[in-house]
């Protein structure tokens, strides 16, 4: 190789990796373009933002108000479960005392009416067994126990414990028409059932203007 094609390459190539040499604009420009990188996606619009957080929001209120809503059903029952508990704990001791009731009224109605009207020790008897068995039934109904005579009702089987019936065409089928024994309830439940005897043969109730 010629000594001037050895040193027309020596220049080409300083040319080349001088960094110092002026660069061509067109050069520059792909230079920067292909380094650059593609611009971050822009955020999403405001409005489409506004509506997921309304969205967002409402399902919140509404896990808000049915939270609020159960617990409030909680309460209820429980307050419920608590006055069932108070209100209904004396059942078994109430339904035991009717018994004492039922003693004491027996007592009461088997005397004599001329004996009740004779003064003396007996009549005070009779009066004082009579203010007992007003006491014990005032204290039962203090708890919610309650003394019923069904007589003239409709017969109601939740209430009433039926013994035998009557032949009676005066009036309507299903009436109490004899309390043998009364009934008590405890709250709005039945304690005890009437024992009552029940008409047959009248008009169906409700028929009579």
Excluded at 62 to 83: G, K, P, Y
């Amino acid at each position: 190789m010629s000594n001037e094609k050895r040193q027309s390459q020596e220049q080409s190539t300083k040319t080349t990796k001088d960094p110092h040499s002026p660069i061509n604009p067109a050069d520059r420009d792909k230079t920067q373009g292909a380094g650059a990188t593609d611009d971050p996606p822009s955020e999403a619009p405001v409005s489409e933002r506004l509506e997921s957080l309304e969205a967002e929001n409402k399902s919140l209120q509404d896990r808000l108000l049915r939270a609020l809503a159960e617990t409030e059903n909680v309460r209820r029952r429980a307050e419920r479960d608590v006055n069932d508990a108070r209100q209904y704990a004396v059942t078994q001791f109430a339904r035991d005392m009717t018994r004492v009731a039922d003693y004491l009224g027996r007592a009461v109605s088997s005397i004599p009416e001329d004996v009740r009207r004779h003064e003396g020790p007996v009549k005070r008897l009779i009066e004082g067994v009579e203010l007992t068995e007003k006491e014990l039934l005032h204290t039962l109904e203090k708890h919610g126990v309650t003394k019923f005579n069904p007589a003239g009702e409709a017969f109601d089987p939740n209430f009433h414990e039926a013994m035998f019936e009557t032949e009676d065409p005066s009036i309507p089928h299903g009436t109490v028409t004899i309390v043998a024994e009364p009934g008590y309830i405890i709250g709005t439940r039945p304690l005890r059932p009437a024992k009552v005897a029940v008409s047959r043969g009248g008009p169906p109730r409700g028929s009579q203007s």
